[in-house]
Structures are given as C-alpha cells and as structure tokens.
C-alpha cells in the first residue's frame, strides 16, 4: 500500500519538481510544531527558503496532518487528502543541505525529529503503527 500512495505522490509532485530534482521516499505523518520560541527561527530559516515565501505559524498549525516528501534537492510538506494521500498544495520546501536528521524512535508511535540548519530548530514528525515502516524509509533516506 505504501508504494501506491508513495508513487502517486511522486506523479502529482512531478510538475512541481525543479529540473533534475528526484523523489526519495514520501510519506503521511502528523508535523508537530516545537516550542513557541523555537518555532520562529524554524519558519525564518527553513520553510519556502527556495522559493522566496514564509509560512505563517497558523498555517502549520491548521495542517498537522501533511504528506512530507524527500528529493534529492529538497523536503516537501504538502497538503494530505481525505485518504491519507499527497494532496495538490505545497505548504512548505526545506533545502534537503540544511535538514538534518536530529532523532528517531522507532515504536508504537514512531518519532522522527528533524534539524534545519546550525541553530537546531527544526519539526517533529509523528507516525502512528502503521507507518512505522515509512518512518524508517524517511529515516533511513535522511541517514544517507
């Protein structure tokens, strides 16, 4: 099931996707914001630096549920459908040189935290038990 959902994903990305840039692994996961002070810096640094745009706090908030995709170039956040798919908008772009894989717990619920840049702000990705073997997929693919 997960390389359906990863593939159509990578078909409604294809588009998108700048000139050479090559989809790794793409997967559903809940994008916990970090604390309010560490929040800002995030946004400031990391999201949309590619395209010139800042995402707003409430924009992050209002989507917790977000389809997150790895390319070579980038980390994509993008809208997640009703069925757990990659929906149309991009809610956000981290430059993939700048995201840096912080930590991962491998469980129940699985937890893979992320770092942007130098100033260790960065997301909490969260995936329940059935996406355990795509939190791993995104952690193995940030590893390398």
């Known amino acids: 099931m997960r390389e359906i959902v990863q593939t159509r994903a990578f078909e ?8 050479g840039e090559t989809p790794i692994v793409g997967t ?8 309010v002070g560490r929040l800002t810096p995030v946004l400031r640094e ?15 908030a209002q989507h917790r549920k977000q389809f997150v995709v790895l390319t070579d170039l980038r980390l994509l956040f993008l809208t997640q459908t009703f069925m757990g798919g990659a929906g149309d908008e991009i ?30 702000d960065g997301v909490s990705l969260t995936f329940p038990r059935v996406d355990k073997a795509n939190a791993r997929a995104l952690a193995d693919a ?3």
């Not at 409604?12 to 000139?19: N, P, V």
């Not at 990391?46 to 010139?52: A, K, P, S, V």
Request: no cysteine; aromatic share 4%; hydrophobic share 55%.
């Open 28 to 35: 559903r996961a809940l994008v916990g914001k970090l604390t």
């Open 46 to 60: 990391g999201f949309l630096l590619g395209t010139g745009g800042i995402v707003a706090a409430d924009l992050i």
């Open 142 to 144: 940030l590893a390398t």
């Open 91 to 120: 809610l956000g772009a981290v430059p993939r040189e700048t995201v840096t894989l912080a930590e991962v717990k491998l469980g129940f619920v699985s937890l893979v935290r992320l770092a942007f840049g130098t100033g260790g």
């Open 12 to 19: 409604t990305l294809a588009a998108r996707l700048q000139q």
